[in-house]
Every structure is written in C-alpha cells, then in structure tokens.
Nanobody, 132 residues
Framework: EVLLVESGGGLVQAGGSLRLSCAAS????????IGWFRQAPGKEREGVSS????????YYADSVKGRFTISSDNAKNTVYLQMNNLKPEDTAVYYC?????????????????????????WGQGTQVTVSS
C-alpha cells in the first residue's frame, strides 16, 4: 500500500517559517519525483516544488523561488519543504504527491505542475495558514 503522510502545517504570521514533511512508503523512492502541490479556496491547484528521489534535481514554482527549499532524506523516504518568509498568499492546503519518474527517463520533477492527469499518488493534505 502506498502512503504519503504529511505533517508540519499550521498557523504562522507573515514573515515566519514552517517545515512540512512527507513520509513515503509502498514504492521505490529512487524512481519517483516527490513534491508538493497547494490549493487555496477558489484558486487552481499549483505545483509548488518537487525533488527527484533518484538524482536530487529540483523544481520550484516562480511564486516560491528564493523562499522555499525542498530536500529529501532517502534513508528515511522522507521529503521536506522548508518555507521561509511566508506570505498570506501562501495560505492553502498543501498536498504531498509522487509521480513515477526515474532519472534519465521521467520528466515529472521539472514538469511538476504540468503532469498529465496529475501525479500517481497523493497525501491527505495539511493546512498552512499565514496571517497578515
């Protein structure tokens, strides 16, 4: 059974920081792009950031570049999203997701927000609220 379990969401003031974690199980971490989407009420889903479990390549949406950092601990099959200098517009439900994308074969890491049909697996989501 594939599981993606998120943690680390919460309420923070503008300018603050949060770190999200996504613990993955049930698939070969090295063959997947793993990352984060977010969706705010009334807005389209946005691919925020992803990392290749195989070669560590990363992707960031323009809206978070310079503020968010994605990393992975392959020994723990866990992906982290460090979010600094948070803004009220970062408020959303953040979903961890994974898509089959072995290094040299898949392009999901770099095409994170444009995966046809969406990623293969999804977590349950965690709320991030940034107050002004």
């Amino acid at each position: 059974e594939v599981l993606l379990v998120e943690s680390g969401g919460g309420l923070v003031q503008a300018g603050g920081s949060l770190r999200l974690s996504c613990a993955a199980s049930g698939f070969n971490f090295d063959d997947y792009a793993i990352g984060w989407f977010r969706q705010a009420p009334g807005k389209e889903r946005e691919g925020v950031s992803s990392i290749s479990g195989g070669d560590g390549s990363t992707y960031y949406a323009d809206s978070v570049k310079g503020r968010f950092t994605i990393s992975s601990d392959n020994a723990k099959n866990t992906v982290y999203l460090q979010m600094n200098n948070l803004k009220p517009e970062d408020t959303a439900v953040y979903y961890c997701a994974a898509d089959w994308s072995p290094p040299g074969i898949g392009v999901a890491t770099l095409m994170w927000g444009q995966i046809v049909g969406g990623p293969d697996y999804w977590g349950q989501g965690t709320q991030v609220t940034v107050s002004s």
